[in-house]
Each structure stands twice: as C-alpha cells, then as structure tokens.
C-alpha cells in the first residue's frame, strides 16, 4: 500500500485542521492505520490509531479531546481532525499502515508510511 498525507499547514494556536492520508492499493479495511509526528529535533512519537474497521480508535494522552481519527474503507482514507491545537503540537504528521501491528504505539512497527506533512502552530 502507498500513503500520502496532505492537509498540514500554519494555523494560530487554538485553531483546527483536518489531516488526511489517501492509501492506494487494494484491500484498504485489512490495514491497521496510526498517525504519527516528530518536532524538530525530537523522535518520531504515537499520536492516534485506528483499527481495521475503524470500531477501535487509540490517543496519546496529550491530544485525547483535541483529535480524532478515523477512516472511510470506501474511499481508502484515513482522517485526523485536529481542533484546539496549539504550539507543541508542532510536528511533521506521518500516516502508517500496517496489517497488524503488534504495538500500536510504536513506529517501527508499521511497515508502510507516508511522505508526511507539516502542521506549524503558531503562538
């Protein structure tokens, strides 16, 4: 499967912005889907995930209430809606895939990802 992610951009602290990851491929809802980011200088870190049908979503505890993914299998999209952001949330934003990852949370084990976009937050 292959992933791009689009809706990043610069928005004022407080605002809201819609990711999303368009997946090419076949199969799509056998795909396990998380939503990653690195800050400058930092490592790459969770920050949501969705199951196969999209019945099970997980959060980093920093963006419970702030985010919420989710996925359309008929289009092969997965989504993350972002409100109340704020400059910490700084990040380049990543979406991977994996058939079945065996920790949600963690990077390395998905095996697909998008070339990843950025989301600036400003003060």
């Known amino acids: 499967v292959q992933l791009q992610a689009s809706g990043g951009g610069l928005v004022q602290n407080g605002g809201s912005l819609r990711l999303s990851c368009a997946a090419s491929?076949?199969?799509?809802?056998?795909?396990?889907m998380g939503w990653f980011r690195q800050p400058p200088g930092e490592e790459r870190e969770f920050v949501a995930a969705?199951?196969?049908?999209?019945?099970?979503?997980y959060y980093e505890d920093s963006v419970k209430g702030r985010f919420t993914i989710s996925r359309d299998n008929a289009k092969n999209m997965v989504y993350l809606q972002m409100n109340s952001l704020k400059p910490e949330d700084t990040a380049v934003y990543y979406c991977?895939?994996?058939?079945?990852?065996?920790?949600?949370?963690?990077?390395?084990?998905?095996?697909?990802w998008g070339q990843g976009t950025l989301v600036t937050v400003s003060s």
């Open positions: 969705i199951s196969w049908s999209g019945s099970n979503t």
């Open positions: 991977a895939a994996d058939k079945s990852p065996t920790q949600h949370r963690r990077s390395y084990d998905y095996s697909y």
């Open positions: 491929g076949r199969s799509f809802s056998t795909y396990f």
